[in-house]
T-cell receptor
Framework: DSGVTQTPKHLITATGQRVTLRCSPRSGDLSVYWYQQSLDQGLQFLIQYYNGEERAKGNILERFSAQQFPDLHSELNLSSLELGDSALYFC???????????FGPGTRLTVL | GQQVMQIPQYQHVQEGEDFTTYCNSSTTLSNIQWYKQRPGGHPVFLIQLVKSGEVKKQKRLTFQFGEAKKNSSLHITATQTTDVGTYFCAGPGSGYSTLTFGKGTMLLVSP
């Protein structure tokens, strides 16, 4: 158990819909990272927040957005969902910058 | 951004055989990290290498960072069924504190 929690574990929805994935980092960690893992693209970095502020952006689509709240939990919002958005979404956290990242169990999103 | 290439994509060995996965970058890496993801699980941090030519061991696992800091390898001696999973290397990403993951090497070990 990494100490990072993610909800929900599974999510099944339809194209065009909007979903919100939630992540609670390890106690004391200020950085939260979001990754998308699909079979053909591997583990892709989406976005990072540090202490409530966006720090880095990766291959995140404009239909996706995220935020980190004062209590340091983070949410990833995915809208206008497409079939290709079906993937595992991982959240990871670390104490600060360039520290070891601890991954949560992931949310498996299926878009039908 | 920076890319790390990992080979092979997949390897199937008999229990007791050795296994090696390689990670290569076209640019110098300040550091490299290795993660393991069990089937159905999440990536778990194994180790970070920082120095040129660094070699670190964790029981049957040996990690190396190349002299030019452009490549790295993970070698498992005498594999066991518990070694099954996908091994990822990760180098610094385009952001100051982000990681770029290789596509991973999936290891299957038959008893």
């Amino acid at each position: 158990d990494s100490g990072v929690t993610q909800t929900p574990k599974h999510l099944i929805t339809a194209t065009g819909q909007r979903v919100t994935l939630r992540c609670s980092p390890r106690s004391g960690d200020l950085s939260v990272y979001w990754y998308q893992q699909s079979l053909d693209q591997g583990l892709q970095f989406l976005i990072q927040y540090y202490n409530g502020e966006e720090r880095a952006k990766g291959n995140i689509l404009e239909r996706f957005s995220a935020q980190q709240f004062p209590d340091l939990h983070s949410e990833l919002n995915l809208s206008s969902l497409e079939l290709g958005d079906s993937a595992l979404y991982f959240c990871a956290s670390s104490v600060g910058f360039r520290d070891t990242q601890y991954f949560g169990p992931g949310t498996r999103l299926t878009v039908l | 951004g920076q890319q790390v290439m990992q080979i092979p994509q997949y390897q199937h060995v008999q229990e007791g055989e050795d296994f090696t996965t390689y990670c290569n970058s076209s640019t110098t890496l300040s550091n490299i990290q290795w993660y393991k993801q069990r089937p159905g699980g999440h990536p778990v941090f194994l180790i970070q290498l920082v120095k040129s030519g660094e070699v670190k061991k964790q029981k049957r696992l040996t990690f190396q960072f190349g002299e030019a800091k452009k490549n790295s390898s993970l070698h498992i001696t005498a594999t066991q069924t518990t070694d099954v999973g996908t091994y990822f290397c990760a180098g610094p990403g385009s952001g100051y504190s982000t990681l770029t993951f290789g596509k991973g090497t999936m290891l299957l070990v038959s008893p």
